[in-house]
């Protein structure tokens, strides 16, 4: 069972940054491949990146290719996401999610487990 928790949502001005981070509980967190994704409202959840358990390989939607970056910390159970050059179509709810398999995907239903969400906002 692995239980996560993000946080760093907020509001932000085009152009910004902001970084989100996503604690997970349990000794077992370097056993997950992680990934963010994003729902906005009235939109179906998109997937914004992904890295695996060692954190040696990404991978990114082309939306956010080049602004985006994950990373994780194994030794602290934290997966980043960091954000630049924020336009207002970021504007999402951010989630990150955990899964058992060991390479980055882009598919929502492969991921076990599951963030309640952070807010980020992006104001033209």
């Known amino acids: 069972q692995v239980q996560l928790v993000e946080s760093g949502g907020g509001l932000v001005q085009a152009g910004g940054s902001l970084r989100l981070s996503c604690a997970a509980s349990?000794?077992?967190?370097?056993?997950?491949?992680m990934g963010w994704f994003r729902q906005a409202p009235g939109k179906e959840r998109e997937f914004v990146a992904a890295?695996?358990?060692?954190?040696?390989?990404?991978y990114y939607a082309d939306s956010v290719k080049g602004r985006f970056t994950i990373s994780r910390d194994n030794a602290k159970n934290t997966v980043y996401l960091q954000m630049n050059s924020l336009k207002p179509e970021d504007t999402a709810v951010y989630y990150c999610?955990?899964?058992?398999?060991?390479?980055?995907?882009?598919?929502?239903?492969?991921?076990?487990?599951w963030g309640q969400g952070t807010q980020v906002t992006v104001s033209s």
């Open positions: 999610a955990a899964h058992s398999g060991g390479a980055t995907t882009s598919y929502a239903a492969m991921y076990n487990y």
């Open positions: 890295i695996t358990r060692s954190g040696s390989n990404t």
């Open positions: 349990g000794r077992t967190f370097s056993s997950y491949a």
